[in-house]
């Protein structure tokens, strides 16, 4: 039984701002959930952003919800399998991330009781990752030229750049003049509106891996409409929150690659489900990534394994964001573009605690004897 949950507000600076069409992000401030249990700790994260811009979640909500709502829950439950917590917590409406932050932290747990790495508890193919690098908006093109080239350099294997009206187009053009051949996508986190649609269909000429979430979450008629008309696949982010949601997309062509975050979906479990549809469907995935602490990305690496994901994933080393990491080793790329697997049992990585307490600006243990 979980005799014990700590919750932790983390704040974490960024090495560089980080600009999509939501806004500017210069640090992060998250929640960190440990959940212990004979001896040992499991650990997950729920990579919120200051605001409720990408969804409605934020550290406030996601505290709140966990320790009012889900962790009361399991403890009188007497919960500690990730399974029948997936199953019992679908009964709290949302707050996907409340949840998949705790669901992690209880396959962390599971996995090192089994003395197995996470991907294997997963069933999970693969010994390395490759993956992309996620690129915000810049303030020039050469400085996007220069972030473009240095990770090109250190070997990722795509380049996806964030766009939105006034920084789509003509940046594009620009990077695919002087980088005709790499792999490149875009994604405008719902920033677009229906009078956009010949707008964005100029984006079909430029040989690009995919389109990310132009259109808002909900608007899956709208996107597609995109499809229909242009060649460059749709790919899905924020539309899709659940199996459901992504069986309703895939049927009505709304969309021919999904971005999968275990974070956005609810945890480990719904991603299971999602990777079994889209064997029989022939979808392609990739997983996405939330500017995480190492917590969260050795998460994102385990999940990654499955046979489904045959993309370049969101999964940069820590140092693509953070000077300093909450986990050890720290991820390096590959001259291969791969991330390999730590071997390690559960995530296979480290939490330095001394590092998180001093990062940490909120702290409370919730015990299973005092509910
Ligand atoms: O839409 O994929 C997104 C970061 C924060 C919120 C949303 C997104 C992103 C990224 C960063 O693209 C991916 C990463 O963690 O490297
Ligand atoms: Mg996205």
């Given at each position: 039984m979980i005799e014990r949950v700590t919750l932790r507000l983390v704040e974490m600076e960024l090495l560089f701002p980080f600009e999509t069409s939501f806004g500017v992000e210069k640090r992060r401030r998250f929640v960190v959930v440990e959940v212990f249990e004979d001896g040992i700790s499991g650990w997950g994260e729920a990579p919120v952003s200051l605001h409720p811009l990408y969804s409605y979640e934020t550290a406030g909500t996601v505290w709140s919800v966990l320790k009012e709502s889900i962790i009361p829950f399991v403890f009188k439950e007497k919960i500690e399998d990730p399974y029948r917590f997936h199953e019992k917590v679908n009964r709290f409406r949302g707050h996907r991330m409340a949840k998949a932050s705790f669901e992690l932290s209880l396959f962390d747990l599971y996995a090192k009781k089994k003395k197995e790495p996470l991907w294997r508890i997963y069933g999970g193919e693969k010994k390395e990752i490759e993956v992309g690098v996620s690129l915000g908006i810049e303030k020039d093109i050469n400085k996007l030229f220069e972030r473009i080239s240095y990770f090109l350099e250190r070997n990722y294997k795509r380049i996806k750049l964030k766009i939105k009206p006034g920084w789509d187009l003509q940046v594009i053009e620009k990077v695919r003049e002087r980088f005709p051949n790499i792999p490149l996508s875009v994604d405008a986190n719902q920033a677009y509106r229906e009078n956009d649609i010949e707008h964005i269909k100029l984006l079909d000429n430029f040989n690009l891996l995919m389109i990310e979430q132009p259109f808002p979450a909900s608007e899956i008629e709208l996107h597609k409409r995109l499809q229909e008309e242009i060649n460059t696949p749709i790919c899905l982010d924020e539309?899709?929150?659940?199996y459901k949601d992504m069986e309703r997309a895939w049927r009505m062509r709304a969309m021919r690659i999904l971005n999968v975050k275990p974070s956005r979906v609810g945890g480990a479990c719904e991603v299971l489900k999602l990777h079994e549809f889209a064997k029989r469907e022939g979808i392609p995935l990739w997983c996405g990534g939330m500017l995480e602490s190492g917590i969260g990305r050795a998460h994102n690496l385990h999940i990654a394994t499955l046979s489904s994901f045959v993309l370049p994933n969101d999964i940069s080393e820590n140092s693509r964001y953070y000077e300093e990491d909450i986990t050890y080793p720290l991820f390096e790329i590959t001259k291969r573009g791969t991330l390999p697997l730590?071997?390690?049992?559960?995530?296979?990585v480290n939490v330095d605690l001394s590092f998180l307490e001093s990062i940490t600006l909120r702290k409370e243990y919730l015990h299973s004897s005092l509910t």
């Open positions: 539309s899709v929150c659940c730590p071997d390690g049992e559960g995530i296979g």
